[in-house]
């Protein structure tokens, strides 16, 4: 080898790539450089519906390298959420994702936030008051009496019910519980169980259970999630009972709540879109300047054994 060439390769040459890698240039992470940053708050990731939402907020924010979103897990701990807002707060992050666990308790955390003038996007369960940008998410009301006349329908008016209710002490759970009740008002369907699962399908296998030692006959269980639908089905199959029962849920996912129509398990799913990507939208349009709406409404639609081939039936108003 010649000496400048050796040279080249030995010495200048190293030392340049050396120099490029250090100021970010040969970095493909670094050469993206995001320019804004949004702190996403996930009350747990224990439950697949919130694997989802992860899922499709990360999906929405790749094609934009502009931003980065930074994810936390509160593992369904209020207090950790509240913490984590808080950090968001110091580190000055430019816009913050919120699905909250429960009102009451985040309510203050996301007030203070948004009114030192970090836009804050509430995402599926609501907090306490209007402190906050925007909220995305299904209309829960609107589910739970879809839910409640299907239920009607099916049952041809009259029926022994049991009702497993998600957290009582977030928005969700009280709006699936107050439509349902709307929608089956001046049936003659009896509501002989009702408990409150806490979103958690062991949780609603042990009511179940409770339920079945209780009543001979129930005719249909109104869960507030499919997880909780599927808990209460396993506890009617150990008894023997699976088969004198429909069981209706709530949320709708292709490898949830869909799966389980298609195999017999669910008689009907509602579907509780995640918002993620609705959410990363409204994100940019904040960031870009843009006046976005307080609300925005997703929609939904149920599946049935009859209609779940063709993609389910939209909910009318
Ligand atoms: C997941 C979940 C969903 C439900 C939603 C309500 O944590 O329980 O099953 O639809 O939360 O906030």
Redesign the pocket.
Known sequence: MSQPIHRFLHGIFPAVCILFVVAGILSPAAAQNPRWTIGMSQ??LG?P??VQMNADIRKAAESHPEIRVVFKDAQNDNLRQVAHIEEFVRAGVNVILI?PKEAAPLTKPVSAAFKKGIPVIVL??RILGNDYTCFVGADNRRIGKAAGKWIVKTLGGKGKIVELK??MT?T??QDRNAGFREGIKGSSLEVIFEADMK?LEPNARKEMESALARFPKIDLVYA????GAHGAYLAAKAAGREKNTIFVG??ALPHEGQMYVKQGVLAASFE?PTGGKEAIEAALSILAGKKVPKEITLSSRVFTRENIDKGGEWLSN
């Open positions: 009350c747990n439950e519906w919130r699905s599926d369960r998600g957290l977030s969700p759970g979103w507030h999630n499919d997880p709530i949320d509780y």
